[in-house]
T-cell receptor
């Protein structure tokens, strides 16, 4: 079955530690996205990538980093510079056409202690 | 610039009531697409519908219907005879031709609670 996987579902880290969230897709999509969602809030775009080896900052990129070395993978690193990293993180993918919907993964809930 | 406004933050209804979720958008593009997504308590967003800017026909899928009106820049979503399983956060999104391909603008979402 085609889809997007994110691991792990729940992640706990100590303050000051970097942590990497995994996102893999087998939909053959060129574009991938990372969103952050806080309780009761909408989706805020962190980073997006339209093609391998290229990515752009979204609205809240500070304290985060990404890489896109393979078409299928778009890992997100939450660095110690992110002041309030506890949140729900969603990965999505789509074709590189503005008329197509995004497909979302199940999300990773990150809690920084 | 694009903008999507979902003015209703939370809606609570009793099962079997009809409910309409509002979505108002702004864009300078003449060619654009509008989307609705559902986020159940499990967290994963699920795509519901896509509508392009040239097609103003209403869409009906089972208990779900969508009303697109360019004159008011609105793309509202109605659930008829709501059920407890409809409880979720619903997001409206917009993607215009001028934006980076595939990058959508999302509204803040409407949390729908359907009580038995």
């Amino acid at each position: 079955d085609g889809g997007i996987t994110q691991s792990p579902k729940y992640l706990f880290r100590k303050e000051g530690q970097n942590v990497t969230l995994s996102c893999e897709q087998n939909l053959n999509h060129d574009a991938m996205y990372w969103y952050r969602q806080d309780p009761g809030q909408g989706l805020r775009l962190i980073y997006y990538s339209q093609i391998v080896n290229d990515f752009q900052k979204g609205d809240i990129a500070e304290g985060y980093s990404v890489s896109r070395e393979k078409k299928e993978s778009f890992p997100l690193t939450v660095t110690s510079a992110q002041k309030n990293p506890t949140a729900f993180y969603l990965c999505a993918s789509s074709t590189s056409n503005f008329y197509n919907e995004q497909f979302f993964g199940p999300g990773t809930r990150l809690t920084v202690l | 610039a694009q903008k999507v406004t979902q003015a209703q933050t939370e809606i609570s209804v009793v099962e079997k009531e009809d409910v309409t979720l509002d979505c108002v958008y702004e864009t300078r593009d003449t060619t654009y697409y509008l989307f609705w997504y559902k986020q159940p308590p499990s967290g994963e967003l699920v795509f519901l519908i896509r509508r392009n800017s040239f097609d103003e026909q209403n869409e009906i899928s089972g208990r779900y219907s969508w009303n697109f009106q360019k004159s008011t820049s609105s793309f509202n979503f109605t659930i008829t005879a709501s059920q407890v399983v409809d409880s979720a956060v619903y997001f409206c999104a917009l993607s215009g031709r001028s934006t980076n391909a595939g990058k959508s603008t999302f509204g803040d979402g409407t949390t729908l609670t359907v009580k038995p």
